[in-house]
């Protein structure tokens, strides 16, 4: 089946940088996209989601940016901070009821 | 203190037993996943249940079995038909209307360990 993924297995950065995190998709029929944190051992958190029929979505300091021309989703992290080391997830949801498709995780490491 | 919660968190299992994995929400939602994590990997779908009393396999159902009783609670039992038991497991709950576009909640976890 159609599935999500991402270009960076692992992404280093030094605190006070931005950060992106990019996910490619394949199903152009997903109208919904979530951008998930999760820290080791733990759960995944939610960050920010999006809405096919938008391109940009802003939280507190996260954007997510979406490109349905070359299915693509990136979610911006502004000056980020040690505490934002953990592995992100982006999903995608088709419609409906139906369940949501994950990718396989980017790690984000800061370091000071 | 809303949430979802799973216990134990960590499981060991003997080869050839039955082990059931508890997960209870009590966000008054309506539908609820379990996930199976391998290390380096995405969450993958084991099973989903969208009301009490129904639930429909996912893309990795083949050594697990649920139940979906109470609306609250979605237990998942890994069997020893399961071959590699051995992950992190994820449940997670939503709300389920159509028109809306749900976020899953997600539980702390609970790590298997088949010895």
């Known amino acids: 089946g159609e599935s999500v993924g991402l270009h960076l297995p692992t992404l280093s950065v030094q605190e006070g940088d931005n950060s992106i995190i990019n996910c490619a998709y394949s199903?152009?029929?997903?109208?919904?996209f979530i951008w998930y944190k999760q820290e080791s051992g733990k759960g995944p958190q939610f960050i920010i989601d999006?809405?096919?029929?938008?391109d940009k979505r802003q939280g507190q300091r996260v954007t997510v940016l979406l490109n349905k021309t070359v299915k693509h989703l990136s979610l911006q992290i502004a000056a980020t901070q040690p505490g934002d080391s953990a592995v992100y997830f982006c999903?995608?949801?088709?419609?409906?009821?139906?369940?949501?498709?994950f990718g396989k995780g980017t790690m984000l490491l800061v370091s000071p | 203190d809303g949430g979802i919660t799973q216990s134990p968190k960590y499981l060991f299992r003997k080869e050839g037993q039955n082990v059931t994995l508890s997960c209870e929400q009590n966000l008054n939602h309506d539908a609820m996943y379990w996930y199976r994590q391998d290390p380096g990997q995405g969450l993958r779908l084991i099973y989903y249940s969208q009301i009490v009393n129904d639930f429909q396999k996912g893309d990795i159902a083949e050594g697990y079995s649920v139940s979906r009783e109470k609306k609250e609670s979605f237990p998942l039992t890994v069997t020893s038909a399961q071959k590699n038991p051995t992950a992190f497991y994820l449940c997670?709950?939503?709300?389920?209307?159509?028109?809306?576009?749900?976020?899953?909640?997600f539980g702390p976890g609970t790590r298997l360990t088949v010895l």
């Open positions: 997670a709950s939503s709300n389920q209307q159509v028109t809306s576009y749900n976020e899953q909640f």
């Open positions: 199903n152009s029929a997903s109208d919904y």
């Open positions: 999903a995608e949801k088709t419609g409906g009821y139906s369940t949501l498709t």
């Open positions: 999006i809405r096919s029929n938008m």
